[in-house]
Protein backbone atom coordinates (compact mmCIF):
# COMPACT_ATOMS: atom_id res chain seq x y z
CA UNK A 1 0.00 0.00 0.00
CA UNK A 2 1.05 3.46 -0.79
CA UNK A 3 1.93 5.71 2.18
CA UNK A 4 1.33 9.11 2.02
CA UNK A 5 2.38 11.48 4.94
CA UNK A 6 1.54 15.04 6.34
CA UNK A 7 3.37 16.53 9.03
CA UNK A 8 0.13 18.02 10.78
CA UNK A 9 -3.11 17.24 11.00
CA UNK A 10 -4.54 20.42 12.06
CA UNK A 11 -2.54 23.90 12.16
CA UNK A 12 -2.98 27.54 13.44
CA UNK A 13 -1.21 30.00 12.21
CA UNK A 14 -1.27 34.12 12.54
CA UNK A 15 -1.37 36.10 9.37
CA UNK A 16 2.49 37.25 8.48
CA UNK A 17 4.08 33.66 9.23
CA UNK A 18 5.93 31.66 7.24
CA UNK A 19 4.44 28.45 7.39
CA UNK A 20 6.06 24.48 6.45
CA UNK A 21 3.79 22.05 5.32
CA UNK A 22 5.56 18.52 5.26
CA UNK A 23 4.74 15.49 2.67
CA UNK A 24 6.45 12.53 2.76
CA UNK A 25 5.82 9.20 0.98
CA UNK A 26 7.39 5.75 0.96
CA UNK A 27 6.66 3.94 -2.23
CA UNK A 28 9.72 5.41 -4.54
CA UNK A 29 7.14 7.22 -6.18
CA UNK A 30 8.46 10.43 -9.11
CA UNK A 31 5.79 12.67 -9.09
CA UNK A 32 4.31 14.34 -5.76
CA UNK A 33 1.53 17.25 -5.74
CA UNK A 34 0.29 19.72 -3.31
CA UNK A 35 -3.40 20.55 -3.62
CA UNK A 36 -6.04 22.89 -1.31
CA UNK A 37 -9.45 22.05 -0.97
CA UNK A 38 -12.36 24.71 -0.43
CA UNK A 39 -15.95 24.09 -0.32
CA UNK A 40 -17.90 24.93 -3.86
CA UNK A 41 -14.20 25.34 -5.29
CA UNK A 42 -12.96 21.80 -5.12
CA UNK A 43 -9.32 20.84 -5.46
CA UNK A 44 -7.21 22.92 -6.82
CA UNK A 45 -3.14 22.46 -7.95
CA UNK A 46 -0.69 24.32 -6.16
CA UNK A 47 2.54 23.25 -7.46
CA UNK A 48 4.31 19.61 -8.58
CA UNK A 49 7.09 18.20 -8.98
CA UNK A 50 8.34 15.66 -10.83
CA UNK A 51 11.91 14.74 -9.43
CA UNK A 52 13.90 16.01 -6.99
CA UNK A 53 15.04 19.86 -7.37
CA UNK A 54 12.30 20.02 -10.34
CA UNK A 55 8.60 21.88 -9.37
CA UNK A 56 6.34 23.33 -11.79
CA UNK A 57 3.49 25.44 -10.98
CA UNK A 58 -0.41 23.98 -11.08
CA UNK A 59 -3.91 26.61 -11.33
CA UNK A 60 -3.18 28.69 -8.35
CA UNK A 61 0.72 29.22 -6.79
CA UNK A 62 0.56 32.57 -6.13
CA UNK A 63 1.50 33.07 -2.32
CA UNK A 64 3.25 30.11 -1.73
CA UNK A 65 6.38 28.22 -3.01
CA UNK A 66 7.68 24.61 -2.96
CA UNK A 67 10.90 22.57 -1.90
CA UNK A 68 11.79 19.15 -2.92
CA UNK A 69 14.95 18.19 -1.81
CA UNK A 70 14.86 14.13 -1.28
CA UNK A 71 12.62 12.09 -3.77
CA UNK A 72 10.25 11.09 -0.40
CA UNK A 73 9.67 14.52 0.48
CA UNK A 74 7.83 17.46 -0.89
CA UNK A 75 7.05 20.66 1.45
CA UNK A 76 4.70 23.33 0.59
CA UNK A 77 6.02 26.89 2.45
CA UNK A 78 3.47 29.77 2.53
CA UNK A 79 6.11 32.35 2.95
CA UNK A 80 3.86 35.40 4.72
CA UNK A 81 0.50 33.64 5.36
CA UNK A 82 -2.72 35.41 4.93
CA UNK A 83 -6.05 34.76 5.82
CA UNK A 84 -7.23 33.39 2.66
CA UNK A 85 -4.97 30.57 2.83
CA UNK A 86 -7.07 29.07 5.42
CA UNK A 87 -7.80 25.73 3.87
CA UNK A 88 -7.44 21.90 3.41
CA UNK A 89 -3.99 21.39 2.10
CA UNK A 90 -3.28 17.89 0.48
CA UNK A 91 -0.76 16.18 -0.77
CA UNK A 92 -0.92 13.59 -3.76
CA UNK A 93 1.87 11.06 -4.93
CA UNK A 94 2.12 9.26 -8.26
CA UNK A 95 4.20 6.49 -9.61
CA UNK A 96 4.84 8.03 -13.13
CA UNK A 97 4.72 6.27 -16.29
CA UNK A 98 1.01 6.27 -17.57
CA UNK A 99 -1.29 5.41 -14.47
CA UNK A 100 -1.77 8.57 -13.60
CA UNK A 101 -3.53 7.56 -10.27
CA UNK A 102 -2.87 9.61 -7.68
CA UNK A 103 -2.61 8.99 -3.74
CA UNK A 104 -3.18 11.41 -1.19
CA UNK A 105 -1.92 12.20 1.98
CA UNK A 106 -4.86 12.98 5.04
CA UNK A 107 -4.51 16.43 4.61
CA UNK A 108 -3.79 19.17 7.05
CA UNK A 109 -6.16 21.67 8.03
CA UNK A 110 -4.74 25.01 8.24
CA UNK A 111 -6.33 27.97 9.84
CA UNK A 112 -4.66 31.46 9.40
CA UNK A 113 -5.81 34.03 11.54
CA UNK B 1 -10.04 25.52 -19.80
CA UNK B 2 -10.13 21.53 -18.84
CA UNK B 3 -12.78 21.11 -16.50
CA UNK B 4 -15.08 18.07 -15.12
CA UNK B 5 -19.01 18.86 -14.36
CA UNK B 6 -21.01 17.07 -11.70
CA UNK B 7 -23.71 16.91 -10.43
CA UNK B 8 -23.09 18.66 -6.77
CA UNK B 9 -26.63 16.79 -5.38
CA UNK B 10 -27.07 15.85 -2.82
CA UNK B 11 -28.41 12.75 -3.51
CA UNK B 12 -30.41 11.37 -0.90
CA UNK B 13 -31.52 6.98 -1.78
CA UNK B 14 -32.63 4.33 0.69
CA UNK B 15 -30.89 1.40 1.48
CA UNK B 16 -30.81 -1.19 -1.23
CA UNK B 17 -31.15 1.37 -3.84
CA UNK B 18 -29.45 1.92 -6.91
CA UNK B 19 -27.73 5.32 -7.92
CA UNK B 20 -25.69 6.60 -10.87
CA UNK B 21 -23.88 9.83 -11.14
CA UNK B 22 -22.66 11.45 -13.91
CA UNK B 23 -20.02 13.18 -15.21
CA UNK B 24 -18.41 15.39 -18.48
CA UNK B 25 -15.11 16.43 -19.47
CA UNK B 26 -13.53 19.08 -21.47
CA UNK B 27 -10.72 18.26 -22.43
CA UNK B 28 -10.52 15.68 -25.31
CA UNK B 29 -6.59 14.64 -24.83
CA UNK B 30 -7.14 13.03 -21.49
CA UNK B 31 -6.20 9.72 -21.42
CA UNK B 32 -7.26 8.34 -18.30
CA UNK B 33 -10.00 8.63 -16.14
CA UNK B 34 -10.99 7.91 -12.42
CA UNK B 35 -13.88 8.18 -9.97
CA UNK B 36 -12.28 8.75 -6.19
CA UNK B 37 -14.30 9.05 -2.64
CA UNK B 38 -13.91 11.49 -0.27
CA UNK B 39 -15.59 10.98 3.28
CA UNK B 40 -16.11 14.14 5.19
CA UNK B 41 -12.82 15.59 6.65
CA UNK B 42 -10.90 12.86 5.14
CA UNK B 43 -9.14 12.71 2.05
CA UNK B 44 -9.88 11.48 -1.30
CA UNK B 45 -9.28 7.46 -2.11
CA UNK B 46 -9.05 5.88 -5.72
CA UNK B 47 -12.17 4.01 -6.00
CA UNK B 48 -11.76 2.61 -9.85
CA UNK B 49 -10.47 3.69 -12.96
CA UNK B 50 -12.69 3.88 -15.95
CA UNK B 51 -11.82 2.41 -19.53
CA UNK B 52 -13.91 2.66 -22.33
CA UNK B 53 -15.15 -0.96 -21.78
CA UNK B 54 -16.92 -0.64 -18.65
CA UNK B 55 -15.61 -1.90 -15.97
CA UNK B 56 -17.03 -3.23 -12.44
CA UNK B 57 -16.35 -4.00 -9.05
CA UNK B 58 -18.70 -5.92 -6.79
CA UNK B 59 -21.70 -3.41 -6.89
CA UNK B 60 -19.73 -0.21 -8.69
CA UNK B 61 -19.45 -0.50 -12.07
CA UNK B 62 -17.94 2.97 -14.26
CA UNK B 63 -18.23 3.93 -17.94
CA UNK B 64 -16.44 5.98 -20.21
CA UNK B 65 -17.89 7.45 -23.89
CA UNK B 66 -14.92 8.84 -25.49
CA UNK B 67 -17.34 10.15 -28.18
CA UNK B 68 -19.69 12.48 -25.73
CA UNK B 69 -16.89 12.56 -23.00
CA UNK B 70 -18.81 11.56 -20.53
CA UNK B 71 -18.43 9.26 -17.48
CA UNK B 72 -20.77 7.44 -15.25
CA UNK B 73 -20.25 5.58 -12.28
CA UNK B 74 -23.34 3.37 -11.18
CA UNK B 75 -23.61 2.10 -6.80
CA UNK B 76 -26.22 -1.26 -6.69
CA UNK B 77 -27.74 -1.96 -3.77
CA UNK B 78 -26.34 0.93 -1.95
CA UNK B 79 -25.55 0.68 1.41
CA UNK B 80 -25.35 3.09 4.85
CA UNK B 81 -21.10 3.21 4.21
CA UNK B 82 -21.22 4.28 0.55
CA UNK B 83 -22.62 7.80 1.88
CA UNK B 84 -19.63 9.88 0.64
CA UNK B 85 -18.59 12.49 -2.08
CA UNK B 86 -17.90 11.48 -5.50
CA UNK B 87 -15.61 12.55 -7.23
CA UNK B 88 -15.14 12.56 -11.11
CA UNK B 89 -11.76 13.01 -12.46
CA UNK B 90 -9.89 12.83 -15.80
CA UNK B 91 -5.47 13.09 -16.71
CA UNK B 92 -4.36 15.36 -18.69
CA UNK B 93 -3.23 15.13 -22.17
CA UNK B 94 0.09 13.74 -23.27
CA UNK B 95 3.15 14.50 -20.88
CA UNK B 96 0.78 16.15 -18.33
CA UNK B 97 1.07 14.03 -15.02
CA UNK B 98 -2.07 16.71 -13.91
CA UNK B 99 -5.32 15.55 -13.22
CA UNK B 100 -8.15 17.55 -13.01
CA UNK B 101 -10.93 16.70 -10.16
CA UNK B 102 -14.46 17.30 -10.35
CA UNK B 103 -16.04 18.98 -7.39
CA UNK B 104 -18.00 16.35 -6.42
CA UNK B 105 -21.41 14.65 -5.62
CA UNK B 106 -22.68 14.20 -2.68
CA UNK B 107 -24.48 11.04 -1.66
CA UNK B 108 -26.46 10.20 1.29
CA UNK B 109 -27.54 7.16 1.48
CA UNK B 110 -30.94 6.89 4.52
CA UNK B 111 -31.78 4.02 6.37
Known amino acids: DVKVTQSSRYLVKRTGEKVFLECVQD?????MFWYRQDPGLGLRLIYF???????EKGDIPEGYSVSREKKERFSLILESASTNQTSMYLC????????????FGPGTRLTVT | RKEVEQDPGPFNVPEGATVAFNCTYS??????FFWYRQDCRKEPKLLMSVYSSGNEDGRFTAQLNRASQYISLLIRDSKLSDSATYLCVSAGGAGSYQLTFGKGTKLSVIP
Open chain 1, 27 to 31: MDHEN
Open chain 1, 49 to 55: SYDVKMK
Open chain 1, 92 to 103: ATEGGGSSYEQY
Open chain 2, 27 to 32: NSASQS
